[in-house]
Every structure is written in structure tokens, then in C-alpha cells.
């Protein structure tokens, strides 16, 4: 578990760990460890987008190969991927932990920018990549890197608007590629998953979105959505103010009753979300490794009474 991606992104630790052990961790950072020479990693993620109208789930696929010098792997993240940069850095199964309020993840550390260290940032290319569901198939070709940060050049992967892969039914997610001019062929594999759909806070059933409590959330709240069939997943369920949010491990059985306390205080309602999130390593010439990643997730907003 040395690897850079497993500090990297999501990495379920094998069965039989202690209650008190972390189950994943996502990008670790050691402040006191020295940023890396020379680094490369692959980073596919399939992410479903929040709001599609009348249409289905679906999954958007974006990518990056990555070759860096003097820097941590998780500010490369940040500076690339900010969505993904912005989920919790690790957990342990059914218990909950208070964060700061959501917020755009830096695009570079204040830390890099005060010494003035060098660094750089080469975003490879692969070529074309070729994904295949039970459904559909498509290609998603390189694009230059928005030239946003002097030190970041390259070409980046981002599937187009109406290039979505439905959710649904069972199957494998495939990406194949035939190698580009700086990475070479290779194939990932992960199982497409299910949808996850929020059924009910304290036996109330969302109304277009929304969950109207009779009371103000106070002591614990008890979440229930429609539980994976598949043996070992987990899920992360958060709940989010303007002050803070509330993050918990929890294993994918269908319902998990939250501890509510102090730091969540808001007058305009918390927003309920639910992330099953599944992670697959893999090889290709040109990286040091890779990880394929898919992110299903389900929000609600909870209003009471006693707040708008």
C-alpha cells in the first residue's frame, strides 16, 4: 500500500481490518513529508452528473495521465481535478466526523507558491479511449489543458455533453485505449454500478428533492436508501451546511441513523447527500499505475418548521 495512488484516491483495505481501523484512505497528506521528484499516475473517473432533467443516470467520463515533479500527488489532484480533490480524505466504517464547509479545492499549495519551488505538471496523452457499456459505446478524444496554470501542460480527457452512459441493469464499464504518443495500451475493467436513491429521512420520503421534517433535525436522523446487492461496498453519507459538514463511512446495508451535534446549526435547511463510490487499479506503460473510479450519488435538501 505504497503506491501513489493508494494515497491517492480511494483504496478499500482487504477484509478483517479492526472496527478501528480506516477502511480507505484518499489522498493523505503528510505535511512534513517532502513532495516527489519525479511521479506519474492515470486517473479515469466516471461521475454522475447531479441534475438530468427528465433523462436517466448516467455516468460522464473524465481523465488524466499524469507525469509530476516536486510535488505531492494529492496537490496534482487538486490542481486537475477539484471535484474529486474535494471528497472526504478517509473514514472508518460507521462512525462520523466533523469537516469545514464545502469549498473549491486550491489549484495549487500555498505553500509551493511561497517557496517558489519548481515544479511541473505534464498531462500525457494517450490517445483515443473507447468506452463500452452494456449500452453503449464511445470514444472520448484528447483536448488541450485549459491554460490556466503556467506549469500545467498537456492534454486532458472529457466525455461531451450528450456522451453519458446510462445506469442500470448489469454489465462491465470498459475503457480500452491503442497507446498515444506518451502512454501505451492498455484496458480497465470495473462493474457498472448501481444507482443509489435516497428513500427516506426519519421515515419521511423526499418530495422533488426536498425531505420536510416535523421537527428541527436535533440528536440523530435516520437516512434509508435502496442498499447494494453486491457484497462490500460502502457508501459516504454527508450532511452539509453554511457552517459545516458531517461526513460518515457507512457500510452499503440500506439505512444508518446520523449522530447529529454542535456545528451543523444553519436556518436554511442541510443538505443530505449519499456517494457509492467503487475503485479499480490498473497498468499501462508510460505510468507508474492507474485507478478507475465511479462515483453514483443521490442529494436532498431537509427543511423543518422552524427554518425556511
Not at 48 to 65: D, I, V, Y
Not at 165 to 189: M, R, S, Y
Not at 199 to 217: F, K, M, T
Request: hydrophobic share 40%.
Amino acid at each position: 500500500m505504497s503506491s501513489t495512488l493508494l494515497l491517492l484516491l480511494l483504496a478499500l483495505v482487504l477484509p478483517g481490518c479492526g472496527p478501528e481501523e480506516p477502511l480507505l484512505t484518499v489522498r493523505t497528506e503528510d505535511p512534513s513529508a517532502p513532495p516527489e521528484a519525479i511521479g506519474s499516475f492515470g486517473l479515469i473517473t466516471l461521475l454522475q452528473p447531479l441534475a438530468r432533467a427528465s433523462e436517466g443516470p448516467c455516468l460522464k467520463l473524465t481523465g488524466q495521465f499524469v507525469h509530476f515533479t516536486q510535488l505531492r500527488a494529492e496537490e496534482v489532484i487538486r490542481a486537475i481535478d477539484p471535484e474529486l480533490g474535494r471528497l472526504p480524505n478517509e473514514g472508518i466504517p460507521g462512525q462520523c466526523r466533523l469537516l469545514p464547509p464545502e469549498e473549491h479545492a486550491p489549484t495549487l499549495s500555498a505553500r509551493q507558491v511561497e517557496a517558489g519551488n519548481p515544479f511541473t505538471i505534464d498531462l500525457l496523452d494517450a490517445g483515443p479511449l473507447a468506452i463500452r457499456s452494456p449500452e453503449v459505446a464511445i470514444t472520448v478524444e484528447p483536448t488541450p489543458f485549459p491554460d490556466l496554470l503556467a506549469s500545467v501542460a498537456g492534454v486532458v480527457y472529457g466525455a461531451a455533453a450528450e456522451e453519458c452512459i446510462p445506469l442500470g441493469g448489469e454489465g462491465d464499464l470498459i475503457v480500452q485505449t491503442q497507446g498515444g504518443p506518451d502512454v501505451g495500451p492498455f484496458t480497465a475493467v470495473l462493474p457498472l454500478p448501481r444507482p443509489v436513491t435516497i428513500q427516506a429521512v426519519d421515515e419521511i420520503p423526499p418530495d422533488e428533492g426536498c425531505v420536510l421534517l416535523g421537527h428541527r433535525p436535533q440528536g440523530s436522523l435516520r437516512v434509508r436508501w435502496d442498499r447494494s446487492e453486491e457484497h462490500g461496498d460502502f457508501l459516504h453519507l454527508e450532511l452539509g451546511s453554511s457552517t459545516a459538514r458531517l461526513h460518515c463511512l457507512v457500510p452499503d446495508t440500506g439505512s444508518f441513523t446520523v449522530p447529529l451535534g454542535p456545528g451543523l446549526e444553519t436556518e436554511e435547511g442541510l443538505r443530505l447527500r449519499v456517494r457509492r463510490i467503487r475503485v479499480q487499479p490498473f497498468l499501462a506503460p508510460g505510468i507508474r499505475e492507474g485507478e478507475m473510479v465511479t462515483i453514483v450519488h443521490d442529494e436532498v435538501i431537509l427543511r423543518s418548521e422552524t427554518f425556511p
